[in-house]
């Protein structure tokens, strides 16, 4: 046993002297960070030693002390991690802002998912008082007849719808009465959150499902307009008697055209729109030609646009 522990005494005083020698306590770093330090050890040994330091005198003359060896050696460079494609990609779609933007690059509130009823029939009245201030301006008939019995004069009118032609020129009948129901089509459209991202299309069937609803509120609007007791049958008791030689003012012309050719209106300038002026807003880029195109070529989706409160060639599915 003393033997075994004289030989483990030998060994431990064997291992402490190593670890002497080896530079016991001091932490031992990696290559990378040790070389720097490294670098620092050669770069003294270049320095001239002062004589004077080596006798302990305070006068070392021009000898280059330690410090401002350390701080003409060069800063590491911490190396960044390059970029990668995705981060790239994500940087340039901040800094890149396409003039044409797809519905699903705008924003879009998730809230909203049934038909605005509450917005759809404030701006289908506000375009009822602009048509029927229009008619008792220009038309001194309807202005006269505004005098009588209500109710009487009302049914009266209405009773006397008959034939198809009204004696109305064919500009009013065939496309004044067309673009009335276009503009009160795109009332529907713009108040459907799901009707308004569809895009005109032979194979898209929810684009011309849209569009039947949207003839379903032409139809009813243009109805009301003609036979209603706050249409023209009501207001001016149009139809009550014969004028300008025609036997029926009050004819199923008007009845028909306004919500079929009418919602046909609609789908040309829905066409034009994504294949015409879409293509002219990216080849053109003064302004306000743009504004005069937009609202040229679709101008009942304008008016309807400005029912709403919105500038007359705003678009729901890309900026301007």
């Known amino acids: 046993m003393k033997i075994i522990a004289s030989s483990c005494s030998v060994g431990c005083w064997l291992l402490l002297v190593s670890l002497s020698l080896n530079g016991f306590g001091q932490t031992v770093l990696p290559p990378d960070l040790a070389a ?5 050890a050669a770069e003294a040994e270049k320095v001239p030693r002062c004589a004077a330091l080596e006798e302990g005198k305070p ?67 506000t375009f009822l008082g602009i048509q029927h201030a229009f008619r008792l301006a220009t038309e001194k008939g309807t202005r006269a007849e505004l005098k009588g019995p209500f109710f009487k004069d009302y049914v009266k ?14 500009l009013v009948n ?4 067309p673009m009335m129901g276009s503009v009160t089509g795109y009332l529907q459209v713009q108040n459907d959150p799901r009707g308004i991202r569809q895009e005109v299309g032979l194979t898209n069937k929810h684009y011309w499902k849209s569009r039947l609803k949207v003839f379903g509120w032409s139809f009813v609007y243009s109805t009301q307009f003609e036979l209603g007791p706050v249409g023209e049958a009501g ?4 139809g009550i008697r014969p004028y300008a030689g ?19 209106w609609l789908v040309g300038e829905d066409t034009l729109d994504k294949y015409l002026i879409r293509y002219l807003d990216q080849k053109i880029n003064n302004r306000a030609v743009r504004i005069l195109l937009r609202g040229f070529l679709n101008p009942t989706r304008s008016m309807a646009n400005m029912l709403r409160g919105k500038t007359p060639w705003h678009r729901d599915d890309r900026s301007f």
């Open 36 to 40: 720097p330090k490294k670098h620092v």
């Open 59 to 125: 006068d070392c003359g021009n000898a280059v002390s330690m410090e401002e060896v350390l701080r003409s050696l060069p800063k590491p460079v911490v190396p960044l991690p390059e970029p990668s494609l995705t981060d790239l990609a994500t940087t340039a779609d901040k800094l890149i802002t396409p003039r044409y933007e797809t519905p699903e690059t705008l924003p879009q509130r998730s809230d909203i998912t049934s038909f605005q009823w509450r917005s759809a029939w404030q701006q289908s009245l």
């Open 157 to 170: 009118a209405v009773g006397q719808l008959a034939a198809w032609d009204d004696g109305d020129p064919f």
């Open 174 to 177: 065939y496309i004044g009465h």
């Open 235 to 238: 207001l001016g008791n149009i």
């Open 246 to 264: 025609h036997k029926h003012p009050m004819a199923y012309v008007d009845l028909v055209v306004t919500p079929v050719v009418g919602t046909a």
